[in-house]
């Protein structure tokens, strides 16, 4: 398995999306998604090519996303599964790490929350 390192931005990104999970649903709801999420990071440092992953040339050379969604099966908690996750990772390959420059919600426009010059730091 690879490694996989948070841009600023994403780990900015995670706060906001378990706090506001905290405050809608309570705090079993954020550890579920938690999970999810944390299962959703090995899973693309695991197998960044794995099958559900999609190429965003847009958004710059070696660009893929995945949905959180994708990562349900193998994040079951004992406490249930999140129904219908949001979020999808936007990440490349950066030699052996997994870089991952955000944690975004589906109905957001990737290209207005990622800028391809800015670095993955």
């Known amino acids: ?49 794995r099958p559900g992953n999609v190429v965003r040339a847009e958004l710059g050379d070696g660009v893929r996303s995945w949905h959180l969604r994708l990562s349900r099966g193998r994040a079951r908690p004992i406490a249930g599964i999140v129904r219908r996750p949001r979020h999808f990772l936007i990440y490349r390959i950066e030699g052996d790490i997994v870089a991952v420059a955000r944690v975004l919600h589906d109905a957001m426009e990737p290209a207005r929350h990622l800028d391809p010059d800015e670095s993955w730091e």
């Not at 841009?7 to 900015?12: I, P, W």
């Not at 579920?32 to 695991?46: H, N, Q, S």
């Open 1 to 49: 398995m690879r490694r996989y390192r948070l841009s600023v931005a994403a780990q900015h990104d995670l706060i906001a999306i378990l706090a506001w999970t905290h405050e809608h649903f309570g705090a079993a709801a954020r550890k579920r998604y938690e999970k999810l999420i944390v299962t959703a990071l090995r899973d693309v440092a695991t197998q960044p090519d």
